[in-house]
C-alpha cells in the first residue's frame, strides 16, 4: 500500500513581490462624505474653553462701545447719537433761568408800547422808590449796596419783570458812551434803571468845578430814575448811598453833558411773564 505523500508547504512570500504588489493596487476612491470630513478636520478652529472667559454683562466694559467708534483706517469717530435722544445738559433748566430768557428773547417794542407799559410799570417803580427813599432815613433798604435797592424796589412792584442777568433790567433805551450816544429809541422816564459803568462826570456847578467818579472797578453802579431833566441832560437819580451819613439811599444827579469817561445806560423795565 502506498503512504500518502506530505501536502507540500507554499514557498515563503518575496518581501519584493509584496511591495510591488502593494504599488501597483489602484487607490480607492474616496467617497464624498470623507471628504467632507478631511476638508472640515483641517479648518476646524481650536476650541476656546468657556470656563477660560468671564463674559457676564456685568464684568463687560462697554465704555469704549458707547463713546468711540473705531474705522477701518485706525481713526477714532464719536459716538453716534440715537434718533431722538439729545446728549448734553439736562434739559430741565432753572425756573428763574428760563423765565430770565424768555424776558430777554422778547422783540423790541415799539416808542408807544413803551409807554403803555410805563403807565403800569414805571409809576409804581417810581411811587415805591419815592417810599423807600423816606424810609432810608431810618431803615436799611436792601443789603447796601447799588443792586440791592434796585432789587428792593423791583421786589415790591409785583408787575415788574426780574433782570435777565445781572445789570441788565429789562430792555436797553438809552446808552452813551463819553459825549457819543449809541443808542436812543425812546425818552429817558421816571422810573427807569440807570446803569453806571466806569464813569468820569467833570463840570462845574455854579462857581465851583466838581469831579465825580462811580461804577469803578467792574463794579457798575445802579439806580431808579426820578427826574430827568431834557435841556440841562440832567439825571436825578434814587441810588445806595456809599457815603458817611444815616439816610442809606440818597438822591443824586449827573450831567450827560459831563460824562468824561466811561457809560451811561437806561434801561425800561419791562412786564413780568407771570
Not at 409807554?115 to 424810609?135: H, P
Not at 443792586?147 to 442777568?165: C, H, I, M, Q, T
Not at 427807569?192 to 467818579?213: A, I, M, P, S, W
Request: net charge neutral; glycine share 8%.
Amino acid at each position: 500500500m502506498v503512504e500518502d505523500e506530505a501536502p507540500l508547504t507554499p514557498p515563503p512570500r518575496s518581501s519584493r513581490s509584496s511591495h510591488v504588489s502593494r504599488s501597483l493596487v489602484p487607490p480607492s476612491r474616496i467617497s464624498d462624505n470623507e471628504t467632507g470630513t478631511i476638508a472640515s478636520s483641517q479648518w476646524e478652529l481650536p476650541s476656546i474653553p468657556s470656563g477660560s472667559l468671564d463674559l457676564s454683562p456685568a464684568d463687560v466694559d462697554m465704555s469704549l462701545s458707547t463713546s468711540t467708534h473705531w474705522s477701518e483706517d485706525s481713526t477714532s469717530y464719536g459716538a453716534v447719537q440715537e434718533s431722538g435722544t439729545v446728549r448734553g445738559p439736562s434739559s430741565a433748566a432753572p425756573q428763574g433761568l428760563s423765565r430770565a430768557r424768555s424776558i430777554a428773547s422778547r422783540p423790541q417794542p415799539s416808542a408807544d408800547d413803551l409807554m403803555a407799559i410805563w403807565g403800569k410799570v414805571g409809576t409804581q417803580i417810581l411811587s415805591v422808590s419815592n417810599a423807600l427813599y423816606a424810609r432810608s432815613k431810618s431803615a436799611l433798604i436792601g443789603d447796601g449796596s447799588f443792586e440791592g435797592f434796585v432789587d428792593s424796589v423791583l421786589s415790591n412792584v409785583p408787575s415788574a419783570a426780574s433782570p435777565s442777568e445781572p445789570f441788565v433790567y429789562g430792555h436797553l433805551v438809552y446808552s452813551q458812551t463819553v459825549s457819543s450816544v449809541t443808542r436812543r429809541v425812546s425818552d429817558i422816564l421816571p422810573g427807569d434803571v440807570v446803569v453806571l459803568e466806569d464813569c468820569h462826570f467833570h463840570g462845574r456847578k455854579g462857581l465851583q468845578t466838581y469831579n465825580t467818579r462811580i461804577g469803578k472797578n467792574d463794579q457798575p453802579a445802579c439806580g431808579i430814575i426820578n427826574e430827568y431833566e431834557q435841556k440841562k441832560h440832567k439825571l436825578r437819580v434814587y441810588q445806595a448811598n456809599q457815603h458817611v451819613g444815616n439816610q442809606t439811599v440818597e438822591l443824586a444827579s449827573y450831567r450827560l453833558n459831563d460824562l468824561k469817561a466811561g457809560t451811561v445806560k437806561v434801561r425800561f423795565i419791562v412786564l413780568s411773564a407771570g
